[in-house]
């Protein structure tokens, strides 16, 4: 007889007690079946959820923990953009969720910029560190942005300019 242990994943909807008075706890399994099980059998995996971030609070984060300073300090030293990150009152319990429990960078939506009147679409150089709009897409350019990099290039004017068609991409 073959004697591994198996978990099943689901979530407790109710309990029931059965004639012999053992309480037995009803789970609904992920498939959507409900099973009903012994309540000393069940081990409770407890695993929180990381908080989800952007990168710029998370270079933060790691900036702090590398100088060993502490969450206060953390919180009332930060550079001004992520200070008005923080400063909403949801973002205070994320940066202190992601200080504690560890997180996760979210994914920078990232865009093609193209001329409308010829087509061509803005390319950054890897080599060159540069941006042109060109109609080729050789090996060292890259044509996805994102808002960070235009913004820090000095690019940020892509998004107010009519003559361009900014879409965002996967």
């Given at each position: 007889?073959?004697?591994?242990?198996?978990?099943?994943e689901?979530?407790?909807?109710g309990?029931?007690?059965?004639?012999?008075?053992?309480?037995e706890?009803?789970?609904?399994?992920?498939?959507?079946?409900?099973?009903?099980?012994?309540?000393?059998?069940?081990?409770?995996?407890?695993?929180?959820?990381?908080?989800?971030?952007?990168?710029?609070?998370?270079?933060?984060i790691?900036?702090c923990?590398?100088?060993?300073?502490?969450?206060?300090?953390?919180?009332l030293y930060?550079p001004?953009?992520?200070?008005?990150?923080?400063?909403?009152?949801?973002?205070?319990?994320?940066?202190?969720?992601?200080?504690?429990?560890?997180?996760e960078v979210?994914?920078e939506?990232?865009?093609?910029?193209?001329?409308k009147?010829?087509?061509?679409?803005?390319?950054?150089?890897?080599?060159?560190?540069?941006y042109?709009?060109?109609?080729?897409?050789?090996?060292?350019?890259?044509?996805?942005?994102?808002?960070?990099?235009?913004?820090?290039?000095?690019?940020?004017?892509?998004?107010?300019?009519?003559?361009?068609?900014?879409?965002?991409?996967?």
């Amino acid at each position: 007889m073959n004697k591994d242990k198996v978990y099943i994943e689901g979530y407790e909807v109710g309990f029931r007690i059965d004639t012999l008075g053992t309480r037995e706890k009803i789970i609904q399994l992920v498939s959507g079946e409900t099973v009903s099980i012994d309540e000393n059998f069940i081990y409770k995996s407890i695993e929180q959820e990381k908080a989800t971030i952007p990168k710029f609070v998370a270079d933060w984060i790691e900036e702090c923990k590398a100088k060993e300073k502490r969450l206060l300090t953390a919180l009332l030293y930060t550079p001004e953009k992520v200070n008005s990150w923080v400063d909403n009152s949801e973002n205070q319990e994320l940066f202190a969720r992601a200080w504690l429990d560890g997180y996760e960078v979210e994914k920078e939506k990232k865009y093609i910029v193209t001329l409308k009147s010829s087509g061509q679409k803005l390319y950054y150089h890897t080599e060159d560190e540069d941006y042109i709009f060109s109609s080729y897409d050789g090996v060292f350019y890259s044509g996805y942005h994102t808002k960070t990099d235009l913004e820090e290039n000095g690019m940020s004017w892509v998004f107010d300019c009519e003559g361009l068609e900014v879409q965002e991409v996967e």
